[in-house]
């Protein structure tokens, strides 16, 4: 009997570790350079799978819909960047009561040592970039009364060519 209320205990921990490994959001799992209707279908977004000939343009995708398993990005905005048909930016954007994107984005991406002090003020206001081996990840935090504005960017290192093709094009408009 004992050894049954053990294993049941071990099961129960184990259940509990597993589903706090799952909960992670890895945005990585959008991979850069994906094409505007790879992203719409693997999200299952009811719009047009057609696009025109601009060379920019955005897809708004709930948090709650992009990260199922994450509390933190309940009503949260999603929006991943397109450049000529290929990802090369998502950005994520929150108001809370307390800085929680930070936190998510250094569990997927790695910890940012030396944060400004400023980032640890009663009225928090900050900003610092970061890398990892594919993106270059920029937080900013503001505060506002008794909330927090926090913005995350990730931006693509292997797609730095199509930015410049991009900027040489709207230059010349």
């Known amino acids: 009997m004992k ?21 992670k959001c890895d945005l990585e799992s959008f991979k850069f350079g994906s094409s505007y209707k790879t992203l719409i279908s693997k999200l299952k977004l009811d719009m047009d799978s057609e696009i025109n000939d601009v060379p920019e343009y955005f897809v708004y995708a709930p948090g709650e819909l992009v990260c199922k398993n994450e509390k933190i990005f309940e009503s949260v905005p999603v929006n991943f ?10 950005h994520i954007t929150r108001l809370s009561e307390e800085a929680t994107l930070v936190d998510w984005a250094e569990s997927i991406y790695g910890e940012k040592k030396d944060k400004p002090r400023s980032f640890f003020y009663q009225q928090p206001f900050a900003q610092w970039l970061w890398v990892n081996s594919n993106a270059t990840i920029a937080y900013s935090i503001e505060s506002n ?3 927090v504005f926090e913005s995350i960017i990730i931006q693509s290192f292997n797609h730095q060519k199509i930015f410049d093709k991009l900027a040489i094009e709207q230059e010349g408009e």
């Open 145 to 147: 009364e008794n909330e």
């Open 3 to 23: 050894k049954n209320k053990i294993l049941i205990l071990t099961l129960i921990v184990q259940l509990i570790f597993i589903g706090a490994a799952q909960a």
């Open 81 to 90: 960047i397109f450049v000529y048909d290929k990802l090369v930016e998502i």
